[in-house]
């Protein structure tokens, strides 16, 4: 609280001092040929007098005035003719002390006065001038001010005690407002803490606000209390009132710009609306479009929303107040080295995001194998694939390196079963194949965890130089971890080549052998293998 007060009396200050500093406006030259009193234009010398320029000759009445005494003010101010022709003018005087002279070349023809009118309403300007200063510099006038100021003064402080007590009861419900909060908020300290400090910011700001409008209000009603300050109080007021109307004025013109720009931002709205009516549809499969489909109808949605806020913006942007000033130009041309700079490697990866939704390449669920991280999907953004292994490790991929390398899918082909999964094994060529693709067979039947409905497939991948490499495919049941599976088939596998007596072994020659390494025909079909029945399907 120390702090906004300090704040408050240095704003009070600093207005003060701008309102006592004579300033010039943009046609500070016509001010200086103006003669000012109390705070009023009285005449704008426009010619010379002799050899007096027009601002000398205003210094020269200044000078003048300064040396009047307080028994002048009380006769009244004449003014006499002099010359004849061209040499015409007007001697102002009061008590028959001079003042200044009016002279022809002082009148301006858009005026449409005389010379005679014009120094008559010199005239009655200064008469009245004479007559307010008589007034305030009455003894009842002071009285009356120091009376004034004083009441004023006890209530600008009463009225600072009630903001300060309606301040301490609006902090105080804040509190309490937030220890009503529900229990899953509660839980929440940070959040709960975030919400009271920033109502409290704002309270605080308000009543700032508020005391130091009250406070300018009151040092320009009390310095206008006072002959002496009144020019000061006629410089806050004025400054205050031309902010005012400054801020009206702008606020006035603004509005047509802000109507136009709140229509076109109300049709874009609706617009996007709409989209997301018929994009939400199609990704439910209600409605089909051709070359839309359910996984790429939501990146479409956004991007079309992105392009139509972007086109929105731009359409609008002339019309938004300020937008053909220089600040705004420097904002705008700031804002634009920014995204020039930093966005190189940004859109590298949004596109490469892009090509991935569109490729259909992968979507949240998938089980992927991208390099050497294998997973399930967990997120698919603009910029990033996150993927959760089975150590529950979530491994961050950027876009562009995910399109850079290969995607391996194994949901895509079976949406709604199980994983179709393979795995090798190298034996020698003497053992039968037939007795191995039985046992790789009644190892796939053993486990558990796989999908006995569909057919288990052994495949001889490739005949190598010492041995032969078969391949076992078969379907995992829904919803079950490939590593599960496979745990459970390899151990399988390895009980029932053991319980046949057959070595997982892959030999390597150092020398030729004296026997050929063969299968004799009598064994081709060892057990578990059977030979093929009449209806030509192979028994487990």
Not at 488 to 505: A, C, K, R, S
């Amino acid at each position: 609280m120390a702090r906004i007060l300090l704040g408050i009396l240095f704003l009070w200050l600093a207005g003060l001092a701008q309102a006592a500093e004579p300033r010039l406006a943009p046609d500070g030259w016509e001010q200086q040929r103006t003669l000012v009193l109390g705070g009023q234009p009285v005449y704008l010398f426009m010619a010379k007098e002799g050899e007096l320029t027009a601002q000398q000759r205003v210094a020269r009445v200044q000078a003048r005035l300064q040396v009047l005494e307080a028994a002048d003010a009380s006769h009244a101010v004449e003014a006499t003719p002099y010359g004849q022709g061209a040499a015409t003018g007007y001697r102002l005087s009061v008590n028959g002390k001079s003042l200044f002279n009016i002279v022809a070349g002082d009148l301006d023809p858009a005026d449409g006065l005389s010379l005679q009118q014009s120094a008559s309403n010199v005239q009655q300007r200064l008469n009245a001038l004479r007559l307010a200063y008589l007034e305030e510099h009455s003894s009842g006038a002071l009285a009356t001010a120091l009376a004034l100021s004083l009441a004023g003064s006890v209530l600008f402080a009463a009225l600072l005690y009630l903001m300060m007590i309606l301040r301490r009861r609006a902090l105080l419900r804040v509190s309490q407002r937030h220890a009503l909060f529900p229990g899953w908020l509660n839980k929440r300290q940070t959040l709960q803490r975030l919400l009271q400090r920033a109502e409290g910011s704002i309270i605080n700001l308000t009543t700032g606000l508020c005391v130091i409008f009250l406070s300018y209000l009151w040092l320009t009603w009390l310095l206008g209390r006072f002959p002496y300050t009144l020019p000061w109080s006629r410089r806050l007021g004025s400054f205050l009132w031309q902010l005012v109307a400054s801020l009206g004025s702008d606020a006035l013109g603004a509005l047509p710009g802000l109507l136009t720009v709140g229509l076109i931002f109300l049709f874009t709205r609706l617009l996007t609306r709409g989209l997301q009516l018929i994009f939400d549809m199609a990704e439910r499969g209600q409605l089909r479009f051709p070359g839309l489909h359910p996984e790429t109808a939501g990146a479409t949605r956004r991007l079309l929303g992105v392009v139509l806020w972007l086109f929105a913006l731009t359409v609008a942007y002339p019309y938004l107040p300020g937008a053909d000033s220089d600040a705004f130009k420097g904002m705008s041309v700031f804002f634009g080295l920014l995204v020039t700079l930093g966005s190189a490697g940004i859109m590298n990866h949004a596109m490469s995001g892009l090509v991935l939704v569109y490729s259909r390449a992968l979507r949240p669920g998938d089980f992927v194998r991208i390099g050497d991280v294998e997973g399930v999907v967990t997120e698919l953004s603009a910029l990033s694939t996150k993927i959760l292994t089975r150590q529950e490790h979530e491994v961050t991929l950027p876009n562009a390196v995910v399109v850079g390398g290969k995607v391996e899918n194994y949901s895509r082909t079976s949406p709604g079963r199980g994983l179709i999964l393979t795995t090798t094994v190298t034996i020698g060529y003497d053992t039968p194949w037939r007795q191995v693709s039985a046992m790789l067979e009644l190892a796939a039947h053993r486990t558990s965890l796989a999908d006995h409905t569909e057919a288990v497939v052994v495949r001889q991948l490739n005949l190598q130089d010492f041995y032969v490499e078969y391949e076992l495919q078969l379907r995992a049941i829904a919803d079950v971890l490939p590593q599960e599976v496979r745990s459970e088939l390899h151990g399988h596998i390895q009980d029932t080549f053991n319980e046949f007596g057959v070595q997982i072994m892959s030999p390597h020659f150092m020398a030729q052998p004296e026997q050929a390494v063969m299968v004799q025909a009598a064994q081709w079909y060892a057990a578990p293998a059977r030979p093929a029945t009449a209806e030509g399907d192979q028994t487990k």
